[in-house]
């Protein structure tokens, strides 16, 4: 079995809990309609050389919340909001996350936000073909002989063959945000709880280092172990052109 040839492909539908639905209109711009209820973030990343999203733009419904800060330097996020009209550029320097405000009017709209965002297509158009792919990976031609035997070892078990599903999708997504400079938030380190020197500084660049940690090690397990890649033709309309 091969993946899904998404290439054609403008719409996209996200499961719940994070449900939306990413509609890629233009060769740089993407439409992102979350519904009420989803649980849909875009969480505290940072990028070194390649922006991905450059602009936000709120189109209808509730308020979304933007925070941001330096990536560099220790301060105190910020936080900015608005609705429909709304906004917001980015810049490379800066450590960003975005979500829906949600407030006591939000159970009044049936689609609680829409915004454009101006991004890189190729990232997002991987990461939303891999989502849909994600139950097809057990047999997949380059899933390795040892994936597939453990899964055909766990048919007797529907919850541990999710488990292992979700794992894999984890896996291949950090792979996938590896391979294009999209680096996400997994933690820092305490140091602010010990007595060292620096602390609040250690403890604020540990978030650098634990993302490093975690997403190169999950790029080459995905890569080595796993028969993963951080893009696909099969996903990617430029690849199939050239």
């Known amino acids: 079995m091969h993946r899904t040839n998404t290439t054609q492909l403008t719409v996209f539908q996200w499961p719940a809990p994070t449900a939306a639905t990413f509609t890629f209109s233009s060769p740089d711009t993407i439409r992102i309609s979350i519904p009420f209820g989803s649980k849909f973030r875009i969480r505290t990343h940072w990028h070194y050389t390649d922006l991905d999203t450059s602009k936000l733009t709120s189109v209808s419904g509730g308020p979304v919340i933007v925070v941001f800060g330096p990536r560099d330097k220790y301060r105190n996020a910020d936080q900015t909001f608005g609705a429909r009209g709304f906004s917001r550029s980015f810049q490379l320097d ?38 849909l792919d994600r139950d097809k990976f057990p047999r997949l031609a380059s899933a390795p002989f040892w994936i597939k035997g453990l899964f055909i070892l766990l048919s007797a078990s529907s919850r541990l063959q999710e488990w292992l599903l979700e794992a894999m999708l984890r896996v291949q997504l950090q792979t996938i945000y590896c391979a294009h400079d999209y680096h996400i938030f997994h933690g820092r380190i305490p140091f602010d709880m010990f007595f060292v020197p620096r602390a609040t500084e250690l403890a604020f660049r540990s978030r650098f280092w634990v993302s490093k940690i975690v997403m190169s090690s999950c790029y080459w397990v995905g890569r080595i172990l796993l028969g993963m890649k951080g893009e696909y033709e099969e996903y990617t309309p430029e690849c199939v052109a050239e």
């Open 94 to 131: 800066e450590i960003t996350s975005w979500g829906v405000l949600y407030n006591r009017h939000s159970a009044e709209l049936e689609e609680l936000l829409v915004v454009d965002i101006e991004a890189n297509t190729k990232l997002h158009r991987n990461i939303c073909s891999a989502i």
